[in-house]
């Protein structure tokens, strides 16, 4: 497969671009990523922060940014990522999932949100490579969107596919502890094993993606499962274990990054 594949953990919000402390390993860990990626045509971004009935696309030839949060200071609401948009791109991924049986949608309107320009600021701050915005379906079902990403392999050209969610998303935990908590250590090792163990076959791997919230302490690290999702797209594109494996503390919990 020629395109390359990476699950990020993108952080709180506008945070990461802020100098937070808590947001400096992301910050590193971003850097080494980049290392190991070629530049791609264009980069399609599966974020947390999108859920629709019908999978949407952005389809914009020039997208806006959306200021998906609230009570930050003025410097993240003047953050910008003048990059192109692909519609062309977006036709074609719209047809593939149609083929594979899945409702598409095309959006012209709705903006790039932050779980996209964050991460892209810090990988490709030059802003050049054309960016397309796929969401997540509304049911969030793991089954469902192992197939969203089996449905985007065979798209021509070298893309980057992101998904971009947090391997950890239990707000509360965040605002309470600035502790790594043992519950929090335990599912990202699980997260971690499951992801690059070779011993593994792609029929159980499948099967651990599917029943996720039987993993240790699965519903405390994600009371609702969006930011673990995009990992399910990711593996659908891929099926096999990462080729390189990330943790990163933010926000005082361990998170995880994978590259295929």
């Not at 599917?210 to 797209?233: I, K």
Request: hydrophobic share 40%.
């Amino acid at each position: 497969m020629h395109h390359s594949v990476l699950y990020v953990s993108h952080g709180g919000g506008p945070l990461p671009l802020l100098n937070d402390p808590a947001h400096r390993e992301m910050s590193t860990t971003l850097q080494q990523i980049k290392t190991l990626l070629p530049l791609p045509d264009a980069i399609v971004v599966i974020s947390a922060h999108w859920e629709s009935d019908s999978v949407a696309i952005t389809a914009a030839a020039q997208p806006t940014l959306l200021y998906d949060y609230h009570g930050f200071d003025e410097a993240a609401y003047q953050l910008r990522y003048p990059c192109p948009g692909h519609p062309e791109l977006a036709n074609i991924i719209a047809q593939a999932l149609q083929q594979a049986g899945i409702k598409p949608r095309l959006e012209k309107q709705r903006g790039l949100d932050h779980g996209v320009f964050v991460p892209l600021i810090m990988l490709y701050p030059e802003a050049r490579v054309p960016v397309v915005q796929v969401s997540l379906h509304t049911q969030l079902a793991a089954d469902f969107h192992i197939r969203l990403g089996q449905a985007m392999r065979d798209l021509p050209d070298k893309l980057l596919f992101i998904g971009s969610g947090f391997s950890f998303h239990n707000m509360r935990a965040f605002f309470h502890s600035t502790l790594a908590d043992d519950k929090n250590i335990e599912f990202e090792r699980w997260l971690q094993h499951m992801m690059t163990s070779k011993d593994m076959s792609e029929a159980q791997r499948r099967q651990h993606l599917l029943d996720w919230q039987q993993a240790p302490h699965a519903r405390y690290c994600h009371p609702r499962e969006e930011h673990l999702l995009p990992l399910h797209v990711c593996y659908g594109l891929t099926e096999r274990p990462c080729q390189h494996a990330f943790q990163a503390n933010i926000l005082h919990k361990q998170a995880s990054y994978f590259l295929w």
